[in-house]
Structures are given as C-alpha cells and as structure tokens.
C-alpha cells in the first residue's frame, strides 16, 4: 500500500487550509472505496502530519490535531501541500523543518502536491527552479518577484512536471484531485470520484477566473507611467513605437524594462488590459459583442474573437453567457 501525507503548514493555515486537507482525505477515500468494491485493497493510506501536536483556529471554531509529527515520517508516496498563507519573506516557526522534509522525499522518489498558495511553500524549497508551477492567478505578482527562477504559468489548472504537481487557485484544487486519482489509480477510478463528488473532469484552464489587474510592484516609475496610460486609453489603437517615443526611450530598450518590471511585453499588457476591460462589460451589461468591442478599440470581430478565446479559454458570447444570464436572455 502506498502512503500519502498531507502537510499540515501551522502557523500559515487558514479556512482554505482546511478545506484542501478535508477534501483530499475525502477523495482518497471514495476512490479506495471503488477499489475495494471491484475486490482490490486499498491503493493508498493517508495521514495528517505537522510539526506541532495541536493548533485552535478561529477562536476555537477549529482544532487542528495532526496525526504524525513531520520528523516521525521517514518515507512516504506522495505529499500534498495545502493553501498556505504565501508571506514566506517573514518566516514561521517550522517552516525550515518542512521544507527540508519536503525535499528529502521528493530526493527519494515521492511525488509532491502543492496546492493554490501551497505553491510558495514547495517553491522556497528550491524544488520549482526551472520548472512549471501554477498558484492561484491572485498571487501571480508576488510570487514571480519571490521565486523568479519558477516558470510561473497561472492560466493552467494543474502543472505535471518530474513528479510535482501544482494547481491554480481556490476550490480548483478539486480538479487536481480528480487528476491525482486518475494518475494513481485508473481512469475508471477518477470518473467514479469525478461523478460521486460532482467534480468536473478535465478541466485545464482557470483564465476564465483570471482578473488581471497588472503587475504594480516592480518599482520602475517608467514602466508604472506607461501601465497607466495604456490602461486610460482602453478605446485607441496603441502602438509600440507610439509608446517608447511617449515616454522617450528607444524601442528596444522600452520592450526590455516592461517585460522585465511586468512579466509581459508591452503589446501584450494592452491586449489583457482590453481583454479585462471586455470581460467587465460583458458581466454587466446588455452591450453586444460589437458595442463592447469597439470600445476596447478593436474593429476586426474575427481577430477580437480569437484574442477574446486566447486570454479568456471561452468566446465573448460564451463569457457572457457563463457571467450575464439578464444579457443571455
């Protein structure tokens, strides 16, 4: 039988904390329960393991009792690591004892789980360093500026990469669930869990949750003036070239400090900053797709529609559809 263990981060839990413990234990259990009606045993045991004995939370609401101290468990098959408050400038009593623990078994062969903002926690492992990571698209910024050797990639879901996984935010953590099951046991497994538990399968993408608000924390005034004036200038076509002599640096050299201060090159940051725009107007109004793409300054419905489906996983008419039920009507 293998052996899983869900981390329990202390100090740095919280309701979403809990929330990932409870339903990972859940899962494991529906999908050992399949195995042992089809006359197999179960695939895998799982237990709660920290690095302190017992923890209230909310005033009492919650007591945390994990079921193994960290250091008590020399080998296991699999670590999940749940939300986490993502802080990791200001360290938490237990958090190197974690980290170490964490490496030591991925170095003997265990897979590793992180989940939403769990993803801070493995990444200051050193474990993520030129590897695929997503986290909850929220966290985005601080996490690139901590960990800028992690190939950060919030539109995905869930990342697969040399045994670790990761997956975006909040209750997606569902879907990696559903994805772990199928990895470790069998398809027909994860369709049985995916069905009992009501968890859509083969979900990939959280773009649709996306709220991009641009990366502000970067401190280049330049770069911050430009951000703002693209974002004030939702209904014009901007061009590059425009941008750099606006703000009286050469092409080459404007590309290189935006891309380096937001993650994105400067054609790019107008199309989310449109894209976002759109979105919002699709959620709240009876616009068509027409009136609200003319006024993110588009004219072309067939290249807006494609730009619409790169950034959004969805068309503007399936957007509003999913976001404005009075606009669907």
């Not at 929220?138 to 992690?150: G, I, N, Y």
């Not at 201060?261 to 759109?278: D, H």
Request: glycine share 6%; hydrophobic share 35%.
């Amino acid at each position: 039988m293998k052996h899983a263990t869900i981390i329990y981060p202390a100090q740095r839990s919280g309701y979403s904390t809990l929330s990932c413990i409870t339903a990972a234990f859940e899962t494991f259990i529906a999908a050992n329960a399949y195995r042992r009606r089809s006359g197999k045993t179960d695939l895998f045991t799982v237990e709660l393991a920290g690095t302190i004995a017992a923890e209230e939370m909310y005033g009492g609401m919650f007591t945390i009792k994990p079921q193994r101290n960290i250091s008590d468990i020399t080998k296991t098959d699999l670590v999940i690591i749940p939300s986490a408050n993502p802080d990791f400038q200001h360290a938490m009593p237990g958090d190197d004892v974690l980290i170490d623990w964490i490496t030591k078994q991925y170095k003997m062969g265990a897979g590793i789980v992180s989940i939403c903002s769990g993803a801070f926690l493995l990444a200051s492992s050193g474990l993520l360093d030129g590897k695929s990571c997503s986290t909850h698209w929220a966290h985005a910024e601080l996490f690139r500026q901590r960990f800028p050797k992690v190939h950060l990639m919030t539109d995905k879901l869930i990342t697969d990469e040399n045994g670790i996984y990761t997956n975006g935010g909040a209750f997606s953590f569902l879907n990696l669930m559903i994805y772990l099951v199928e990895k470790y046991y069998d398809r027909e497994t994860a369709i049985y869990c995916s069905k009992t538990l009501q968890i859509e399968m083969d979900r990939n993408s959280q773009s649709a949750f996306t709220i991009f608000t641009g990366q502000k924390l970067h401190g280049d005034k330049m770069v911050e003036d430009a951000q703002k004036y693209i974002e004030s200038s939702l209904g014009e076509r901007l061009s590059v070239e425009e941008l750099s002599s606006r703000f009286a640096i050469g092409r080459r050299n404007f590309d290189r400090r935006f891309i380096k201060a937001t993650g994105n090159t400067p054609l790019e940051y107008a199309q989310r900053v449109k894209i976002e725009s759109a979105k919002k107007e699709l959620e709240v109004s009876r616009k068509t797709i027409n009136e609200v793409m003319y006024e993110v300054g588009y004219s072309d419905l067939k290249a807006f529609r494609e730009l619409f489906r790169k950034i959004t996983g969805m068309s503007p008419l399936e957007y509003r559809s999913k976001y404005n039920k009075e606009a669907a009507r």
